[in-house]
């Protein structure tokens, strides 16, 4: 496993990630505690040091902390604990009168998920998604106050465009709060849009990038190129739509450039993204054990010069 610095902090991450919104899903083998703390514990033998979750993820909201807080236990020292707050949680942490961003709320969110998550600090605390009720240095000033107190060690956003970004260093230097080290967004090769403003605004800034949705909901993954969803396959229940909507002769071509290299889909679609720049930690989901495996494998391939510039000609980058 390679590690990388979180942007210009001083925080080590491993380039992949374990996206954690599996762990207390509905209906999959990591639903319960037995099954999550496998995919944990083999994310932490493959070397994965980044666990990502959040309060709104799992069939109830805080369900996800609560298993991943359980399944590390004496290994919570070793790894870095990335969640988010943000999103309507349905009253976990109280009434938040759409302002989820306020001081009051964030106040509430972070001590019910470091209760949750059974620790006494995160090292990481993510802001999930702009709250227009709420002006950023508010915003700003409370999670600085977190840092301050020990509770958070660095402080993240999600889902933020590029003008966000800025608006928020601005005021971070500004005003002398503790700065964002990171932006988490959705990245993959069949979407390319955050290159357009997002990654400037992170490589200007020293922030550091993690992809969400590195498989595109399992377009990436070489399943669906015969334009037909294996039986039990994720498309078959889930966003049935992005099949129906998908490029075939794309994926097709994706194939075979894989193919052509000896290598899996997933192993590109992975490589790909840690080639990118300010990109320190590929964010990937599993509810089994031999996934969290593959895809902690699959960023080792190194692509070349010439084979950058073919996947730019399947994969348009953003305009």
């Known amino acids: 496993m390679e590690y990388r610095t979180l942007g210009t902090s001083g925080l080590t991450v491993s380039a992949v990630g374990l996206g954690c919104n599996n762990l207390g899903r509905e209906s999959t083998a990591s639903e319960s505690q037995r099954g999550a703390t496998a995919v944990v514990s083999a994310a932490v ?14 069939k109830t909201p805080g369900l996800s902390e609560e298993l991943l807080g359980k399944a590390l236990g004496r290994k919570r020292d070793d790894v870095i604990i990335a969640t988010k707050f943000g999103l309507d949680v349905k009253g976990l942490n109280g009434r938040d009168f759409g302002a989820r961003g306020s001081r009051r709320y964030i106040m509430k ?11 006494e600090w995160i090292d990481l605390y993510q802001f999930h998604a702009p709250d227009p009720n709420t002006p950023i240095d508010e915003t700003l000033a409370a999670m600085s106050d977190l840092v301050s107190a020990g509770k958070v060690r660095y402080i993240g956003h999600s889902n933020r465009p590029g003008w966000s970004i800025t608006e928020a260093e601005f005021t971070a230097r500004q005003e002398g709060y503790t ?14 849009n955050i290159e357009a403003e997002v990654i400037p ?8 990038v993690l992809p969400y949705f590195p498989l595109a909901n399992g377009l990436l993954t070489g399943k669906y190129s015969s334009g037909k969803a294996p039986a ?21 071509l994706f194939k075979d450039f894989a193919r052509a290299r000896d290598v899996t889909e997933l192993d590109v679609a992975f490589s790909w993204l840690a080639t990118r720049p300010a990109v320190a930690s590929v964010i990937a989901g599993a509810t089994r054990p031999d996934q969290v495996r593959q895809n902690a494998a699959a960023a080792q391939w190194k692509p070349s010069e010439a084979d950058l510039r073919e996947l730019d000609v399947i994969f348009p980058p953003a305009k």
């Open 109 to 119: 969110a972070v001590e019910s998920s470091l209760k949750r998550l059974g620790t």
């Open 201 to 208: 605004a992170a490589e200007a800034y020293g922030i550091g």
């Open 232 to 252: 039990g396959s994720r498309l078959t229940h889930s966003r049935t739509n992005l099949l129906d909507t998908a490029d075939m002769e794309q994926l097709r």
């Open 45 to 58: 033998e493959a070397g994965i040091t980044l666990f990502d979750t959040a309060d709104s993820y799992g």
């Open 179 to 192: 700065r964002f080290i990171s932006a988490q967004n959705h990245y993959n090769l069949l979407n390319r």
